[in-house]
């Protein structure tokens, strides 16, 4: 049995630039993965068979991104004439789902270095990451399993090392669907591109001002239409600014803030309103997924 981690995310900013021909939008991101997330177990079984217990997550299994990434997997491997076993993977679910912390995307990438593990497929991280990308646009990120800087429709992946910050993650426990807010006429989409060298730029003078000046990147252009449509994500996020700067992640509906401390995110946690949801955890440059199997492939 292999036991596995699948890490959430944050976009500490969200820039949307356009729109493709193909209905995707141009975006620039920062992706800075998190050390709390799922957890997913695999087993071998008979041959053929896929099973899924999904536990908590009440969704179709042809859904499931964890069924869907096992089956591309194995198909993938039948058209190189490998046949592979059966698995039985259990998802452990913690994150809350269309939360714009890419459970549902992590499930997907963990799937995919698993069973790759698992049934030996011998497919490389950049031949995972097209699968992945085949089923989302987020799942890259976590087949690659660094904190990065993500262009094009967030495949286009450049690891940047972030200031070191632990995070308190608010659900309003309202679920966002990705695809109708980049449907609605009135998402912003015309923010103009900035440069990786000004990024890193930034990180550089972030990190040369003393402690409290520091901020998260601000910016999220999906924040204005997901606080018009779900009201209750903008009540978060005020209620977070009374003890820091935070913003929407992604396409919501959890919204974020930074602190400098572990100790500092636990006190401002103990006093969310019963009627959330959230979790603390610290950003890392490496996804504990790779961490776990970097581990593994050492000591076999
Ligand atoms: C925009 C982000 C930022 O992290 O939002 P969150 O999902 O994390 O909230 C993600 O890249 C989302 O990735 P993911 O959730 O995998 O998106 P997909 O399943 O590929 O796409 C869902 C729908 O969103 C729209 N979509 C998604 C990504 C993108 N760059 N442009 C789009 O227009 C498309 O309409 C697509 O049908
Ligand atoms: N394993 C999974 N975990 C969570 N959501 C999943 C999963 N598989 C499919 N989904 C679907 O993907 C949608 C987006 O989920 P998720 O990735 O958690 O959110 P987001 O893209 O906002 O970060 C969910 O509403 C759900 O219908």
Same mark, same amino acid.
């Given at each position: 049995?292999?036991?596995?981690?699948?890490?959430?995310?944050?976009?500490?900013?969200?820039? @949307? +630039?356009?729109?493709?021909?193909?209905?995707?939008? %141009? +975006?620039?991101? &920062?992706?800075?993965?998190?050390?709390?997330?799922?957890?997913?177990?695999?087993?071998?079984?008979?041959a053929g068979k896929i099973?899924?217990?999904?536990?908590?997550?009440?969704?179709?299994?042809?859904?499931?991104?964890?069924?869907?990434?096992a089956r591309l997997l194995r198909e993938q491997s039948l058209n190189h004439n490998r046949k592979v076993p059966g698995a039985?993977?259990? &998802?452990?679910?913690?994150?809350?789902?269309?939360?714009?912390?890419?459970?549902?995307?992590?499930?997907?990438? $963990? $799937?995919?270095?698993?069973l790759n593990? +698992?049934w030996q497929c011998g497919l490389?991280?950049?031949a995972?990451?097209?699968l992945?990308?085949?089923?989302?646009?987020? @799942?890259?990120? /976590?087949?690659?399993?660094?904190?990065?800087?993500?262009?094009?429709?967030?495949?286009?992946?450049?690891?940047?090392? =972030?200031?070191?910050?632990?995070?308190?993650?608010?659900? #309003?426990?309202?679920?966002?669907?990705?695809?109708?807010?980049?449907?609605?006429?009135?998402?912003?989409?015309?923010?103009? #591109? @900035?440069?990786?060298?000004?990024?890193?730029?930034?990180?550089?003078?972030?990190?040369?001002?003393? *402690? %409290?000046?520091?901020?998260?990147?601000?910016?999220?252009?999906?924040?204005?239409?997901? *606080?018009?449509?779900? #009201? *209750?994500?903008?009540?978060?996020?005020?209620?977070?600014?009374? /003890?820091? #700067?935070?913003?929407?992640?992604? =396409?919501?509906?959890?919204?974020?803030?930074? /602190?400098?401390?572990?100790?500092?995110? !636990? =006190?401002?946690?103990?006093?969310?309103?019963?009627?959330?949801?959230?979790?603390?955890?610290?950003?890392?440059?490496? !996804?504990?997924?790779?961490?776990?199997?970097?581990?593994?492939?050492?000591? %076999?």
């Open positions: 049995m292999l036991q596995l981690p699948a890490p959430a995310k944050l976009n500490l900013f969200l820039r @949307i +630039l356009g729109r493709r021909a193909d209905g995707y939008h %141009e +975006l620039q991101t &920062l992706f800075q993965l998190l050390d709390y997330g799922d957890t997913l177990t695999f087993s071998l079984c008979e099973r899924v217990d999904a536990g908590a997550l009440k969704i179709p299994l042809e859904d499931n991104l964890v069924y869907r990434a039985y993977i259990r &998802l452990i679910k913690h994150l809350p789902h269309g939360g714009g912390i890419g459970g549902g995307s992590s499930d997907a990438a $963990t $799937t995919l270095l698993g593990h +698992l490389s991280i950049d995972l990451a097209e992945g990308r085949q089923l989302g646009a987020d @799942i890259p990120v /976590f087949v690659r399993g660094r904190t990065a800087w993500a262009e094009g429709v967030g495949e286009k992946l450049t690891p940047v090392a =972030t200031l070191k910050r632990h995070y308190l993650v608010v659900s #309003p426990g309202c679920q966002v669907r990705t695809a109708n807010i980049f449907c609605d006429p009135r998402l912003t989409r015309d923010s103009p #591109p @900035i440069t990786l060298a000004a990024l890193r730029e930034k990180l550089r003078s972030e990190k040369a001002l003393s *402690e %409290e000046k520091r901020q998260i990147f601000p910016g999220n252009d999906c924040q204005t239409l997901v *606080e018009h449509l779900y #009201p *209750e994500v903008r009540d978060a996020r005020v209620w977070l600014e009374q /003890f820091a #700067p935070a913003q929407l992640t992604g =396409t919501g509906g959890c919204v974020f803030a930074a /602190f400098h401390t572990a100790c500092a995110a !636990s =006190t401002v946690f103990a006093q969310l309103p019963g009627k959330w949801r959230g979790f603390i955890a610290s950003g890392v440059p490496v !996804s504990p997924v790779h961490q776990v199997l970097a581990k593994l492939t050492s000591s %076999e």
